[in-house]
Each structure stands twice: as structure tokens, then as C-alpha cells.
């Protein structure tokens, strides 16, 4: 018998038990009650297929998702750490003015529901910016380029280009106050006699928040934003109501056009759980590492 | 003189004067040899008043030991000497120039004041050699093999050469009392405030840096230490004052202050620190 087996109790077997009834329940329910017919067999289709005409495999909308998913993330992460120690630097001025301005950004993004906030930036703000900046047709000019491999690795496809970046940036907003007020709590969380010596030292206060404060703090609170990292990593689910081509946006389109309602969804999951499971372990490590020292 | 311009020439009189007092009369000219002087000056912390009426001259090269019960004030009178509080009436000036809330100079000017703090509040994400050289590169404007060259010197002058590239949390009480001292220097400061530098450190490390703190008095730096460390006092100060509730009680050279004060106050609590 194995060990983790014996420290069991008689408790512990009688609620795993319940729970696996549970599940059987639902899953004769499905089963029967629905008469849902399984294809999984056509899922990996999905994610992987092999190009007849590059003949060579190439990833199908899953992937697409998956991938665009990962490059969203990551270009808001980098937008909302720089916003976001900006708006943390801001709460913690010594200027009334700047204080207000961050705290009232702060209370709108925290008090408003974020596809309420991802609607109303997309219809107001994001078409003037793209319009005002003449993105659309820059990207399109791009995207018959011949050469515009670098641009396709960062991008993704160039004519979707736009609404990637109303996406990217609304995320951006919307996670921008929460690494702020992290920031915040890091930067108040530097004791008093560290300004007092980079003060006594001739600092002035830009220098002792950028040499003295900043760098303490930022490496205080690097577990709270590495888990507002994975936070945003599931938030970017919010953006396929903008038609970003996001994994959720391809899967729904996915269901929509072949009916594979669980397969599909059930996918879909275990590559969010995947990614933010995997992300996680990976801070882990690190912040393991990082104490070591 | 015509009489309208008379009349109001006597209406302002007061303001004329009183700018003349706040200028000159309360800020004489024998006290502007002195690299540091304060003249009157009170601190509130709300309705606390943590300094009355406090005035002291500390000539360069001199050597101050300010000591009295805790909660007397004396932490407050030397932090507000580099502008780490500010006090809510009188002067502070430093080599001439008014320590307050308003001056733009105020950064300038702790450039010239090392301070040493009770908890040495050294930086800890920088290693030691680092800790000595921020201040050179990024406020005196030194290249940083110059500032690293000047800090060994510092470190050596400090015993703990060998400490350089070790981060403060793995330095004793003792060493790193040190190290804030060689990074106070490492600025080329005129002035030295010592904010009770040993009343955080264990016994045995306090002789370390006393003995560093002595051999700075030898090299003629002006000093202005906050201390119960009598032994030291006794050997190096120039001048002894006691304060006791934010005022200034006794001031005495160190022969008379330990053994005939004028002061029963200052004699009790001579008595009761030396007693055993």
C-alpha cells in the first residue's frame, strides 16, 4: 500500500467517495439525459493540421488562440507594469494634484465592472486612437509586406493588428490599477530610515526613489504581481468580446461552426489551466531561488 | 521729512524692525563663524513641544556630545540640523545657510553633514562597496572608479576592508555601524551628526565603533554625537551639553560638566549612568 494512501482517514475516503459519485452523476446525465455524441477524435484536428499546401503541420484556431493568448499577455504585462509603477509612484507623491489623479483613475477602474470598461474604451477611446494615429493602414501596409516575419512573430497576422492593439491596451488599463496599488504597498512598505539616509546622503527624491526605494520595493512585491500576471493571463478572456482573436474568441467561433460544445470548451480550459498552472510553478521557483540568496 | 510719509514710516516701524531681528539681531555676527548655529528654536510635534528656546554654536573642528534622559529632545535638536524635521521657529544655519522647510538648497547642503543613525539604515539591496559609492556617483557626480577607490579607503580607514562585496545582512551590528560611518565619509562631509550610533549594538561591538568614532575626532572633523556612551564623551568632546524636556540645561566644557554641573539635574543623571 502506499504511503500517502495510509495517512487517508476513514473521513477522507467517505468524501472522496461522494465526490466521485458526483461526478458520475453528471457524467451519466450528460451522457444520457443530453444524448451528447463525443468526437474527440476531431479536437487535435483543431489545434494542429497538416497543411497540404505548405505540406508541413501548422497550428489550427486553438493554437492560434493559444499562441495570440500568450503575445497578448505578455505585451500588457510589460504596459501594465510601466502604467502601473508610474500610477504607484503617483499615489505615494507628495503633490496633492498628482495624488488625486491617480487615486480617481485608480477608483474608476476598481468600481467599474471590466467589460464594462473594456466596452466603453473600445467604442470611445480605442477608434479615435486608431483612427487619430492612422494604425489601420500602417499595419495593413505591413501586412503586404514580403518580409514581415519579425512583425507576424510579435503581432501575429497584421490585419487583425488593430484590434490586437485596442486589446493589449485595455488590458493593459484595466490590470494597471492593481499592479499600482501593489507598487504602492511595496514603496510604503520601505521603512522610514531608508529615505532618511539617501536624504542625509544628499539625495533628492527623485534619485532615492529611483537607486533606494524603487528597487526594494519592486523586489518586495514580486510575488503579488507575479500572481497579478497570471490574473491577467485569465482576464485576457474578456477581450474576445472585442473580437480580439484570442483563445476564447476562436473557440467560441470553433463552437459555433462544428458544434463540439464540451470537446471544444473542455480544451480550451485545460490550456488556460496549463498556462497559469505552469506560470505559477515557475514563480514558485523562483521566488525560492531569489530567497536562497 | 514730510509728515504723510512720516506717519507712515511709524506705522510700519514694527514690520521694519522686526525683519531687521529676524535677519541680524537674533542672528549676530560672532555666530557666523560657527559651521553650525541655532538660535531659539522651538519644535512641535502637535501639540508636543519637543524643543524650547534651544541655541548652540558648534565651531569647526569642534567636537559636541549632547546627552539627558530619553524623550529630552536630543534626537530632535541634530535631525534638525540636516533637515530630516523642521523646526517651527528660530534659525538653523549651516555654514551660513538656513536649514528650512522651503529652501530649495536643502539637498546641497546635506552633501556637507554625514549622518549616522542608531539603526545604521544601510542599503540593504546594494553590497557594501556599493552602499559607499551611490552617494559619490549619484549626488557628487565622481566617476565610479574614483568613488570605488575613495570608498576602500574609507573601509579601511573603518578596519573591514575585506567586507567590500558582502551585502549589510551579512555584516555584525558593529561592522555595519561602521560601514554607514565610511558611507557618511565617503561624501567628504564637513560635519558629522551620530544619531546614538551604539544603543542599538550589542556590548562587545560597541568599542569597534567607538574607537572608529575616536579616531574621527583625532582627524578634526566637526562632530555633533548623541550619546550615553560617557567613556567616549569624556575623551573626546570639546563641549558637553544636557538637555532634559527640549531644553538645553547645561553646556560645559567636560572637566567641569563631570564634575562639578551647575546643574542638580544634570549631576543626578550623571550620577545615576555612572553609578555602576
Known amino acids: ?293 | 521729512m514730510r509728515s504723510d510719509i512720516r506717519a507712515h514710516y511709524d506705522k510700519h516701524k514694527h514690520l521694519l524692525y522686526s525683519q531687521i531681528e529676524d535677519g541680524l539681531a537674533r542672528f549676530p555676527m560672532e555666530h557666523r563663524n560657527n559651521i553650525i548655529s541655532a538660535r531659539n528654536v522651538d519644535k512641535f510635534y502637535g501639540a508636543f513641544q519637543a524643543l524650547y528656546d534651544v541655541s548652540l554654536n558648534v565651531a569647526k573642528g569642534e567636537r559636541v556630545v549632547i546627552c539627558g534622559p530619553s524623550g529630552s529632545g536630543k534626537s530632535t535638536l541634530i535631525r534638525c540640523m540636516n533637515g530630516l524635521e523642521f523646526h517651527n521657529s528660530g534659525i538653523i544655519t549651516i555654514n551660513g545657510v538656513e536649514v528650512n522647510e522651503r529652501s530649495k538648497q536643502l539637498p546641497a547642503l546635506r552633501q556637507d553633514i554625514g549622518m549616522v543613525f542608531q539603526q545604521f539604515n544601510l542599503f540593504p539591496h546594494l553590497t557594501i562597496l556599493e552602499n559607499l559609492t551611490i552617494g559619490p556617483i549619484r549626488v557628487r557626480g565622481v566617476s565610479k572608479v574614483e568613488a570605488e577607490e575613495r570608498a576602500r579607503n574609507y573601509l579601511e580607514r573603518v578596519h573591514i576592508p575585506e567586507q567590500a562585496d558582502k551585502y549589510p545582512n551579512q555584516l555584525s551590528g558593529g561592522q555595519q555601524q561602521r560601514v554607514a560611518i565610511a558611507r557618511s565619509l565617503c561624501m567628504e562631509t564637513q560635519i558629522m551628526l551620530f544619531d546614538e550610533p551604539t544603543s542599538a549594538l550589542d556590548p562587545e561591538m560597541i568599542n569597534e565603533v567607538l574607537d572608529v568614532m575616536i579616531e574621527l575626532a583625532d582627524s578634526g572633523m566637526t562632530m555633533v554625537c548623541v550619546t550615553h556612551e560617557m567613556g567616549f564623551a569624556r575623551k573626546v568632546a570639546d563641549t558637553m551639553i544636557f538637555m532634559e524636556a527640549g531644553r538645553i540645561v547645561e553646556t560645559a566644557p567636560p572637566n567641569k560638566f563631570f564634575t562639578a554641573p551647575d546643574s542638580e539635574r544634570c549631576r543626578l543623571f550623571l550620577s545615576q549612568i555612572l553609578a555602576h
Not at chain 1, 479536437?43 to 505540406?55: A, M
Not at chain 1, 473600445?122 to 487619430?132: G, M, N, V
Not at chain 1, 503579488?224 to 483563445?247: M, R, W
Request: with cysteine; aromatic share 12%; proline share 3%.
Open chain 1, 1 to 293: 500500500m502506499p504511503k500517502f494512501l495510509k495517512r487517508l482517514h476513514w473521513l477522507d475516503i467517505l468524501i472522496l467517495v461522494i465526490l466521485a459519485v458526483f461526478v458520475a452523476v453528471i457524467w451519466v446525465r450528460i451522457d444520457g439525459t443530453l444524448n451528447y455524441k463525443w468526437r474527440w477524435d476531431r479536437i487535435p484536428n483543431y489545434i494542429l493540421r497538416y497543411s497540404t499546401k505548405y505540406e508541413t503541420w501548422v497550428p489550427n484556431v486553438l493554437l492560434q488562440g493559444f499562441i495570440a493568448t500568450i503575445r497578448i499577455s505578455i505585451f500588457a504585462s510589460i504596459l501594465a507594469l510601466i502604467l502601473g509603477v508610474i500610477l504607484g509612484i503617483a499615489r505615494c507623491s507628495t503633490n496633492l494634484t498628482v495624488r488625486m489623479l491617480a487615486r480617481t483613475y485608480l477608483e474608476f477602474l476598481r468600481n467599474i465592472p471590466p467589460i464594462v470598461v473594456i466596452f466603453i474604451f473600445y467604442f470611445f477611446l480605442s477608434e479615435q486612437l486608431i483612427t487619430a494615429l492612422n494604425i489601420e493602414s500602417w499595419a495593413r501596409g505591413i501586412a503586404r509586406q514580403e518580409n514581415n516575419a519579425v512583425w507576424e512573430f510579435l503581432f501575429g497576422d497584421m490585419r487583425r493588428f488593430p484590434s490586437l492593439v485596442s486589446g493589449i491596451i485595455v488590458l493593459a488599463l484595466f490590470e494597471s490599477a492593481f499592479v499600482g496599488e501593489i507598487v504602492r504597498a511595496g514603496i510604503q512598505s520601505i521603512p522610514k530610515g531608508q529615505h532618511e539616509a539617501a536624504k542625509s546622503i544628499g539625495m533628492g527624491r527623485i534619485d532615492t526613489l529611483r537607486y533606494i526605494v524603487l528597487p526594494q520595493a519592486l523586489k518586495k512585491v514580486t510575488p503579488p504581481l507575479a500572481n497579478q500576471f497570471i490574473t491577467l493571463v485569465k482576464d485576457s478572456a474578456i477581450i474576445s468580446l472585442i473580437s480580439v482573436q484570442e483563445l476564447t474568441f476562436k473557440t467560441v467561433e470553433l463552437v459555433a461552426s462544428t458544434r463540439l460544445i464540451f470537446e471544444a470548451w473542455l480544451t480550451t480550459a485545460a490550456l488556460y489551466f496549463v498556462l497559469c498552472f505552469s506560470l505559477s510553478m515557475l514563480f514558485r521557483r523562483l521566488e525560492r531561488k531569489s530567497d536562497q540568496r
